[in-house]
């Protein structure tokens, strides 16, 4: 599903607000950002650790696809909420964060339970997908088999 470009716009500018609510502060303790996406009405939320809303936004596209294959759309948002966060890096507005380390930004349903890591950081170590460690354990069970035999 694409999207226009004031509305990836507007994904970008709710995100760098919620950014901008942790840069430049005294050492927070603040660990996740939670991202809630809602279907029917195409809304974004923002929040931190403390359920306070930092950030809103609402993506019409989403919510004229509401009806489409919900795994699929909502893999499409996932990659639109990364493009933005991976911009943002770039820019170096996410290394500007008073956060703890390591932080993540994940998408979380209307139960606040994760849905997918959007974004993890650890010091050096940037993950923008858990993509990455899809099949970690089957190796390292594959590794731990070889070394044991």
């Known amino acids: 599903m694409d999207i226009n470009s ?12 919620a950014i901008g609510e942790y840069s430049n502060r005294d050492g927070e303790s603040i660990t996740d950002f939670y991202v809630q996406v809602t279907l029917d009405s195409g809304d974004m939320n923002v929040s931190d650790d403390d359920d306070n809303c930092l950030a809103s936004v609402t993506v019409g596209e989403w919510a004229d696809h509401k009806d489409e294959d919900e795994e699929s759309l909502m893999s499409d948002i996932m990659s639109h909420i990364r493009t933005e966060l991976k911009r943002l890096d770039d820019e ?58």
Not at 6 to 17: D, G, P, W
Not at 119 to 134: A, G, R, T
């Open 92 to 149: 170096g507005l996410l290394a500007e964060m008073s956060v703890m380390r390591p932080f993540s930004f994940v998408l979380v349903d209307e139960d606040k339970e994760v849905i997918e890591d959007l974004y993890i950081v650890d010091d050096e170590n940037v993950m923008f997908s858990s993509e990455l460690m899809k099949g970690l354990d089957d190796d390292l069970n594959e590794f731990m088999n070889q070394l044991f035999n």
């Open 6 to 17: 004031q509305s990836q716009s507007e994904i970008r500018n709710a995100l760098k607000k």
